[in-house]
């Protein structure tokens, strides 16, 4: 049977629901890039969902593998600790579906390279 | 006599110095697009300098005009209320140079783009 690979954004949230707005186009730019890859966003606080139910929602819609994807700026405290003990915890809720954690996607090149861009430009 | 634009990279700060790698890497970036425009690091809290510190060093190297670009996720409650104080504060300081508070980096499409692309790849 193939895998289906599924994708968590994954983002801290804020007070400010606005937060979310980047999250919610990002996620309809991945639907744009990738149809076949089902996309659920998800926050550490202030905002609904929580990683668990994020990661049940995709588990209910096919997948077996699963990319939680840290949008955050760079590789730092929540990412060392708090985050990766959530994805463990997400894990162990469903056996035969793999859980894993990928690296904050502010610290991709294309990302970085997309940033200066934009910097150059204003 | 002709304008001399500076960037001033400010991001939130975190506790772990490893969180100000991608703003440095960003710096480097924009230095390679951008040779004639100067760029400088600033932080809300825990690393150094602060705006005003990142504004004075721009102006002591000729910058006439000055875009303060929030390496930010999201336009939220900081850029709503702190850093538009922050900036204005700093441009108190030196009459007859501009000091402009740009969009959160993370609202920008190329930059929303680049993220999707990474997610889906990942």
């Known amino acids: 049977m193939s895998q289906m690979h599924g994708i968590v954004l994954f983002g801290h949230g804020a007070r400010d629901p606005v937060w979310a707005g980047p ?7 991945i639907a744009e890039l990738s149809p076949e890859m089902p ?3 998800a926050f550490m606080e202030f905002i609904e969902p929580v990683l668990d139910v994020a990661v049940d929602r995709l588990v209910a819609r096919g997948a077996t593998r699963i990319t939680v994807v840290p949008v955050f700026l760079a ?3 929540h990412l060392k600790r708090d985050v ?14 793999s859980v894993t954690l990928a690296t904050a996607a502010g610290e991709a090149p294309e990302v970085i390279d997309a940033i200066a861009a934009y910097a150059s430009r204003c």
Do not use: D, F, N, Y
């Not at 999250?23 to 309809?28: E, I, L, N, Y």
């Not at 990766?84 to 579906?97: D, I, K, N, T």
């Open 23 to 29: 999250m919610q186009r990002t996620a309809a730019r």
């Open 39 to 41: 996309v659920e966003l």
């Open 75 to 77: 590789q730092g405290g």
């Open 84 to 97: 990766p003990a959530l994805v463990s915890a997400a894990a162990a809720r469903h056996a035969g579906v």
